[in-house]
């Protein structure tokens, strides 16, 4: 058969000529399908990277609030002793051997702190008790949970926290309740 000669059922030097076309448009067709899926899968990457941090973040808040309402509890069940968990707690390292000792706010205490080193990074954290409206048997306590976050990046890339701080941020937690 010619090559310039019309297929069956096609009339027209256009429609001949289509075939030859057609190849080329494809694969531009393709190559421009492989570019855009391959953007969303970088997109979809990115996504996935900026998932896992917030789920750390998370994280990490869950267990600030959990170690908070852990010490309070303590307090509560020791509430004679209530005065005696004051104080600034500064980080410790972690001790999985862990084993209580001494008397019950000492026990409690190194328990929580050691707890806030297992859990969080750089953990460390603060009580204020005081007596509530001149009543001996009532307490306010407030609790402080600080620990150490890797800084977060906006879309940009760039930092969002001032060019002064380091690569890391402070996060915290304060709880105040009634014992």
Same mark, same amino acid.
């Given at each position: 058969?010619?090559?310039?000669?019309?297929?069956?059922?096609?009339?027209?030097?256009?429609?001949?000529?289509?075939?030859?076309?057609?190849?080329?448009f494809?694969?531009?067709?393709?190559?421009?399908a492989?570019?855009?899926?391959?953007?969303?899968?970088?997109?979809?990457?990115?996504?996935?990277?900026?998932?896992?941090?917030?789920?750390?973040?998370?994280?990490?808040?869950?267990?600030?609030?959990?170690?908070?309402?852990?010490?309070?509890?303590?307090? +509560?069940?020791n509430? /004679?002793?209530? %005065?005696?968990?004051a104080?600034?707690?500064? @980080? $410790? &390292?972690?001790?999985?051997?862990?084993?209580?000792?001494?008397?019950?706010?000492?026990?409690?205490l190194?328990?929580? +702190?050691n707890?806030? /080193?297992?859990? %969080?990074?750089?953990?460390?954290?603060?009580? @204020? $008790? &005081?007596?509530?409206a001149g009543?001996?048997?009532?307490?306010?306590?407030t609790?402080?949970?600080?620990?150490?976050?890797a800084?977060?990046?906006?879309?940009?890339?760039?930092?969002?926290?001032?060019?002064?701080?380091?690569?890391?941020t402070?996060?915290?937690?304060?709880?105040?309740?009634?014992?």
């Amino acid at each position: 058969m010619d090559a310039g000669a019309p297929r069956l059922g096609c009339r027209s030097r256009l429609c001949a000529d289509r075939g030859v076309h057609a190849r080329g448009f494809t694969l531009i067709e393709v190559l421009i399908a492989v570019v855009v899926l391959s953007l969303g899968l970088l997109g979809l990457a990115a996504l996935q990277g900026a998932t896992l941090t917030l789920t750390k973040s998370s994280f990490h808040r869950t267990q600030a609030v959990n170690l908070a309402y852990e010490i309070t509890d303590q307090m +509560r069940a020791n509430r /004679a002793s209530a %005065l005696d968990y004051a104080g600034d707690y500064g @980080a $410790v &390292t972690c001790n999985t051997e862990f084993a209580r000792g001494g008397s019950l706010v000492t026990a409690d205490l190194a328990e929580w +702190r050691n707890a806030l /080193a297992c859990h %969080l990074p750089s953990g460390s954290g603060s009580i @204020a $008790v &005081t007596n509530v409206a001149g009543d001996t048997r009532r307490f306010e306590a407030t609790v402080q949970v600080l620990w150490v976050e890797a800084r977060l990046r906006n879309e940009e890339g760039a930092d969002q926290l001032s060019p002064d701080e380091d690569d890391h941020t402070r996060r915290q937690i304060i709880f105040a309740t009634e014992l």
